[in-house]
């Protein structure tokens, strides 16, 4: 039996998924989870063999759990989307997943790609890998992005500056610094342009 953490914040998809792989007679689910943080916490108690990742959730993304997990537990994360942009296919590979596809492939399409992952292959989307290879990327240091990230949601310099264990000055620098490499005015425009891109 294939062991498999579902994690998706919408609870009619998770619920929906949960119940078509439970039909596949090599596939055991062995937990549903509601966001990032559930995952990660469910995932290093139970060690699935695989974990199915909504790559948009609360608390920590699909790419977040996967870097976590990647560093904790003897699993294999997928990641699906509904906003399949080249730049997230490409942090999500760097975060170490084994695969990535849109929600919108069918339940035994995904049964197919939990099989094939848990047999030590990878799957990315044939159209998204060639989407990513023609994709720019960014011009956007790992920190700058990390600011972006962490502000995404409108927090103040102060909020960002404690989330990542830097100074609100630095802060103030690297949000200035994005500004003038995107020739944007304002940090909500950064953020906009990075997620349309797929940077963060």
């Known amino acids: 039996m294939i062991r498999v953490l579902l994690a998706d914040d919408e609870g009619m998809i998770r619920s929906a998924l949960a119940a078509l792989l439970r039909l596949e007679a090599d596939i055991e689910i062995v937990a549903e989870c509601a966001d990032g943080a559930e995952a990660v916490a469910a995932a290093e108690r139970l060690t699935p063999d695989v974990c199915l990742l909504d790559l948009e959730m609360p608390q920590l993304d699909g790419v977040q759990v996967t870097e976590r997990l990647n560093r904790t537990v003897a699993t294999r994360c997928v990641i699906v989307t509904r906003h399949a942009r080249p730049g997230v296919l490409r942090r999500a590979l760097a975060a170490g997943a084994a695969g990535f596809l849109p929600k919108s492939r069918g339940a035994d399409e995904v049964a197919s790609v939990i099989r094939r992952v848990a047999a030590g292959g990878r799957y990315i989307d044939p159209e998204l890998a060639a989407d990513a290879l ?29 989330t990542l264990s830097l100074a609100p000055g630095t802060v103030r620098n690297h949000v200035s610094t994005v500004l003038g490499k995107l020739t944007v005015d304002t940090r909500q425009a950064a953020v906009l342009l990075a997620e349309e891109r797929g940077w963060i």
């Open 134 to 162: 023609s994709d720019e990327r960014s011009p956007l240091t790992d920190r700058e992005l990390d600011v972006l990230r962490a502000g995404r949601h409108g927090e103040t310099t102060r909020q960002i500056a404690r």
